[in-house]
């Protein structure tokens, strides 16, 4: 198969309770069209973790006869915050919890467990450079994008000339805590919202579940007495299902995610200022919806999106396209173009 397909790349997407595993050959081409999920085991500790990850491998291999000897190199994508050379922080991370991973060198562990070449990037980087693919293809290198993704937290990516930007410290792209205008967002008496990071009024504080049950809900269930939302008594369920709210065009949600758009749409009007990207990019739950709420919430989001008449006339807001799927393909694209441009991918380690 080798020499009728030439080399593969795999994909590793680590998650908090599985990996996502597929595989890119060297023309560019996925061999798998869906989510090949086992359990990531991160909970077990690194030692347990590695080895799943190289289960997930074996196992896309199997489903797809892909010989082991095919694979030069492999991509992983993890939640962070990590290096850019994908240490685990050492003051820990929400998804690897025990001790034994804090400042653990995850991708060094699985190179040496595997003897390939394993090039890292944060997961919220990896669906970033997907997203950028899908929508430039072969043009990917003379175009700039930034990608907001809204989950638990808000993630973030920037893409410049088709490649992750990394920052000195592994650290940019981190779009959740940068900190936005709060003025006319917030309503006549609102706390400011506090971010898990410690700062006050980032986009995360808003534009994230964590800032729905942590500062949009607890405020406006202040101003919609008795919602029914103000009888679950968990905060994280409550805040869980504001979605389905929106959905039904109930006011206190609408409220909630107007708040959110706001607060994208001013995350954006920085990042045009700062980086003038072609499209700017938003994926996650908020947008994961039915057609019709989806369309107000990008509408919101566009309408709070200043950009200079020149800018408007180039510059696109776009989903990020199968998000499930981005991180390990996004992982394994920067896999095979840190392999076809060795020296580059070295001094972008
Ligand atoms: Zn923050």
């Known amino acids: 198969m080798e020499t009728s397909r030439g080399w593969v790349v795999v994909g590793i997407d680590n998650g908090g309770t599985s990996n996502n595993a597929t595989i890119l050959d060297a023309s560019g081409r996925f061999l798998v069209d869906r989510l090949v999920e086992m359990p990531s085991l991160v909970t077990e500790g690194p030692e347990m973790a590695v080895d799943a990850m190289a289960e997930a491998l074996d196992n896309v291999l199997a489903l797809t006869g892909t010989p082991p000897n095919a694979v030069r190199g492999v991509g992983l994508d993890t939640p962070g915050p990590a290096s850019a050379a994908g240490v685990i922080s050492s003051k820990g991370a929400t998804n690897f919890a025990q001790p034994a991973w804090r400042g653990f060198d995850v991708r060094g562990a699985?190179?040496?467990?595997?003897?390939?070449?394993?090039?890292?990037?944060?997961?919220?980087?990896?669906?970033?450079?997907?997203?950028?693919?899908?929508?430039?293809?072969?043009?990917?290198?003379?175009?700039?994008?930034?990608?907001?993704?809204?989950?638990?937290?808000?993630?973030?990516?920037?893409?410049?000339?088709?490649?992750?930007?990394?920052?000195?410290?592994?650290?940019?792209?981190?779009?959740?805590?940068?900190?936005?205008?709060?003025?006319?967002?917030?309503?006549?008496?609102?706390?400011?919202?506090?971010?898990?990071?410690?700062?006050?009024?980032?986009?995360?504080?808003?534009?994230?579940?964590?800032?729905?049950?942590?500062?949009?809900?607890?405020?406006?269930?202040?101003?919609?007495?008795?919602?029914?939302?103000?009888?679950?008594?968990?905060?994280?369920?409550?805040?869980?299902?504001?979605?389905?709210?929106?959905?039904?065009?109930?006011?206190?949600?609408?409220?909630?995610?107007?708040?959110?758009?706001?607060?994208?749409?001013?995350?954006?009007?920085?990042?045009?200022?700062?980086?003038?990207?072609?499209?700017?990019?938003?994926?996650?739950?908020?947008?994961?919806?039915?057609?019709?709420?989806?369309?107000?919430?990008?509408?919101?989001?566009?309408?709070?999106?200043?950009?200079?008449?020149?800018?408007?006339?180039?510059?696109?807001l776009a989903l990020v396209p199968d998000l499930d799927m981005a991180g390990a393909r996004g992982a394994a694209i920067a896999a095979l173009e840190a392999l076809q441009a060795p020296v580059r991918a070295r001094t972008s380690l």
């Not at 490649?163 to 709060?182: F, N, T, Y």
């Not at 065009?249 to 990042?271: C, M, S, V, W, Y």
Request: charge should be negative.
């Open 110 to 316: 699985l190179e040496a467990r595997l003897g390939l070449p394993v090039i890292y990037n944060n997961d919220a980087n990896a669906a970033a450079l997907y997203a950028h693919h899908v929508r430039f293809g072969a043009n990917a290198a003379g175009h700039s994008s930034i990608s907001a993704i809204v989950g638990t937290g808000l993630g973030g990516g920037v893409i410049e000339a088709g490649r992750v930007v990394k920052g000195a410290a592994g650290m940019a792209g981190e779009l959740g805590h940068v900190q936005i205008p709060m003025y006319g967002l917030l309503a006549e008496g609102q706390p400011l919202p506090a971010c898990n990071c410690g700062f006050v009024g980032d986009a995360e504080s808003v534009a994230s579940l964590t800032g729905i049950e942590r500062n949009l809900l607890p405020y406006w269930l202040t101003r919609f007495e008795n919602h029914e939302l103000s009888r679950i008594a968990d905060p994280k369920e409550a805040a869980k299902l504001v979605r389905a709210y929106g959905e039904r065009e109930d006011p206190l949600a609408l409220k909630i995610f107007e708040q959110q758009a706001i607060a994208i749409g001013r995350l954006f009007t920085i990042a045009a200022n700062f980086f003038d990207p072609d499209t700017y990019f938003l994926g996650g739950g908020v947008v994961e919806t039915t057609p019709r709420f989806r369309q107000w919430f990008l509408g919101m989001v566009r309408e709070h999106t200043a950009l200079r008449e020149e800018q408007a006339r180039v510059a696109t």
